[in-house]
């Protein structure tokens, strides 16, 4: 019986096997980027990227179909050109990040909409959405699996700066010159994982596997390596879970996944050992010293 | 003895309003200097000038041959968010970032180095503290022992002994007389004239242009001070272009 609802679907069914693979590849690559995002409060830059993602993907459509190829790249360069001139605005003038994100994705949703009108096609941009995680290719495998390996080896490069640069940038400043470049390549890899997640979970849920597993990180670690193990595992079960969940009661598989996740999230919340509400409520005698 | 800071009739400030005016001096390799004067006297401008943050609006400070980057720096209000999950020793690590780059490894010689930072600032036994835990003394100790660690020829710092107790203060003192004993470079942005007087043998006071500059006694003198409040004159919105 618990074999049948947890482990047959996946032995049965080849494409349960390949969503499982790329789920857990997107929460390998997000789980960090989102807990950066967040310690940089920056956790609704995911959200706005995906908006100016989104054009990019679409005029990818209208160029040349259902490409996966030419709607990733298109979301690619929409989205690296528009990290990059906002990140360069916000070190460069008064404006602060949040608000030359805005201003750009605004504008590349508004080019996205025109030229799409202009052409006159109806695309379905629900398609784009929500995704279709039970029907990865090998093309977006490849894509996902990618896009999680070049992740972890430039976080890795990056760490050191990356880190010194959220808790103290005049520091970094007053030591070094890769504050900028390092901010940038950091944006770039938002990028390049949301658009491999909107392959499979559509671009709105791309930015709830990014997001959702950092917060119940910081629910449970004091220190960041713990909060990316968290979220990474976390992760990584609403992606197994959800899938499961999917498969039994019908429900699309990329909401079921961040439902999962939106669930693990409750629980954090409630019974979470860092600042959790029963913690909150019911925190002990205080101690001697 | 050559000079490790060169003012040349430097001239700092914000939208091309200036805040530091038409400076000229050297400070010697090895010194120890005070910079004194009001609120809105141009301390931290000039400081800002001097790590690079700040480009000159007219003529240039030269630094001996000195990287901007290896210049220890102590902004007035440093930009640490506190509610970041790191811990002390992380922190103060950072302070080997020219011996470490981007990749160096913290070995056991780097360890040591590191512990023994922290004992210099009294925060042995608080490596695995948060810093979000600190109150507001540690935390400055802890900003020094960073310092301690760059191990550099010219340190800058913000007036490093605001909203400081005592104790503290008189501990970080200490350190900074080593740094001089070291002969290492000093600048140190101050309000506490009894603290001046009695640790730091040269002083500048500045009040947007140079007012006083010279051994600490001739320099604090009541009509030198006075005559600081007064040229602090306020921004003005329609000032005509310096031709000087």
């Given at each position: 019986?618990?074999?049948?609802?947890?482990?047959?679907?996946?032995?049965?069914?080849?494409?349960?096997?390949?969503?499982?693979?790329?789920?857990?590849?997107?929460?390998?690559?997000?789980?960090?980027?989102?807990?950066?995002?967040?310690?940089?409060?920056?956790?609704?830059?995911?959200?706005?990227?995906?908006?100016?993602?989104?054009?990019?993907?679409?005029?990818?459509?209208?160029?040349?179909?259902?490409?996966?190829?030419?709607?990733?790249?298109?979301?690619?360069?929409?989205?690296?050109?528009?990290?990059?001139?906002?990140?360069?605005?916000?070190?460069?003038?008064?404006?602060?990040?949040?608000?030359?994100?805005?201003?750009?994705?605004?504008?590349?949703?508004?080019?996205?909409?025109?030229?799409?009108?202009?052409?006159?096609?109806?695309?379905?941009?629900?398609?784009?959405?929500?995704?279709?995680?039970?029907?990865?290719?090998?093309?977006?495998?490849?894509?996902?699996?990618?896009?999680?390996?070049?992740?972890?080896?430039?976080?890795?490069?990056?760490?050191?700066?990356?880190?010194?640069?959220?808790?103290?940038?005049?520091?970094?400043?007053?030591?070094?010159?890769?504050?900028?470049?390092?901010?940038?390549?950091?944006?770039?890899?938002?990028?390049?994982?949301?658009?491999?997640?909107?392959?499979?979970?559509?671009?709105?849920?791309?930015?709830?596997?990014?997001?959702?597993?950092?917060?119940?990180?910081?629910?449970?670690?004091?220190?960041?390596?713990?909060?990316?193990?968290?979220?990474?595992?976390?992760?990584?079960?609403?992606?197994?879970?959800?899938?499961?969940?999917?498969?039994?009661?019908?429900?699309?598989?990329?909401?079921?996944?961040?439902?999962?996740?939106?669930?693990?999230?409750a629980l954090s919340l409630a019974f979470g050992s860092v600042g959790g509400l029963v913690r909150q409520l019911f925190p002990g005698r205080h101690l001697e010293a | 003895m050559n000079a490790q800071l060169r003012f040349n009739n430097v001239t700092l400030g914000y939208d091309r309003h200036p805040a530091v005016h038409h400076l000229d001096g050297d400070v010697k390799t090895g010194a120890l200097v005070a910079v004194v004067g009001p609120n809105g006297a141009g301390k931290s401008t000039l400081f800002k000038g001097v790590v690079g943050v700040l480009k000159p609006l007219a003529g240039s400070?030269?630094?001996?041959?000195?990287?901007?980057?290896?210049?220890?720096?102590?902004?007035?209000?440093?930009?640490?968010?506190r509610s970041f999950p790191i811990n002390v020793y992380d922190m103060v690590s950072m302070g080997l970032w020219r011996k470490t780059g981007l990749f160096g490894g913290i070995g056991k010689k780097e360890q040591h180095t590191v512990e023994r930072a922290l004992e210099t600032v009294g925060l042995t036994g608080f490596e695995q503290r948060s810093i979000g835990t600190l109150s507001g003394g540690q935390l400055q100790r802890m900003l020094f022992a960073r310092l301690l660690l760059q191990d550099a020829r010219l340190i800058v710092l913000d007036e490093p002994f605001n909203a400081i107790d005592t104790k503290t203060c008189s501990d970080l003192l200490e350190l900074v007389r080593r740094w001089h004993g070291e002969k290492r470079t000093v600048l140190a942005a101050l309000h506490d004239y009894e603290v001046v007087k009695s640790h730091f043998p040269e002083t500048l006071l500045l009040a947007r242009e140079k007012v006083a500059w010279g051994e600490t006694p001739s320099v604090l003198t009541a009509e030198n001070l006075n005559k600081a409040r007064r040229m602090c004159e306020a921004f003005d919105e329609e000032a005509h272009a310096c031709v000087a």
């Open positions: 019986m618990l074999y049948d609802t947890l482990v047959a679907p996946f032995v049965e069914f080849e494409f349960m096997r390949r969503a499982l693979v790329g789920v857990w590849g997107l929460a390998l690559g997000a789980g960090p980027i989102g807990v950066f995002l967040m310690l940089r409060r920056m956790s609704l830059v995911g959200d706005a990227m995906a908006h100016a993602i989104l054009p990019g993907a679409a005029i990818g459509f209208l160029v040349s179909g259902l490409s996966l190829l030419a709607m990733s790249t298109g979301g690619m360069i929409a989205g690296f050109l528009i990290a990059l001139l906002a990140g360069l605005v916000a070190r460069t003038t008064e404006l602060k990040e949040d608000a030359s994100l805005a201003v750009f994705f605004l504008i590349s949703l508004a080019i996205g909409v025109t030229i799409v009108s202009l052409k006159g096609t109806n695309i379905d941009l629900l398609h784009f959405l929500f995704g279709s995680v039970l029907a990865l290719d090998d093309h977006t495998l490849m894509l996902m699996a990618g896009s999680a390996t070049v992740t972890l080896a430039v976080l890795a490069l990056i760490y050191r700066p990356l880190v010194i640069e959220c808790v103290d940038p005049g520091y970094l400043r007053s030591v070094s010159w890769a504050g900028t470049p390092v901010h940038l390549l950091f944006l770039a890899l938002v990028v390049i994982n949301l658009v491999s997640g909107f392959q499979a979970l559509g671009t709105l849920l791309a930015v709830g596997i990014m997001m959702v597993p950092a917060a119940i990180g910081r629910f449970w670690a004091r220190d960041i390596t713990t909060m990316i193990a968290v979220a990474v595992a976390s992760g990584m079960i609403s992606g197994y879970a959800g899938l499961i969940l999917s498969y039994q009661s019908g429900i699309p598989s990329g909401p079921a996944v961040i439902l999962v996740a939106g669930i693990l999230y | 400070i030269g630094l001996n041959g000195l990287d901007p980057r290896e210049i220890a720096y102590l902004p007035q209000a440093a930009e640490i968010d």
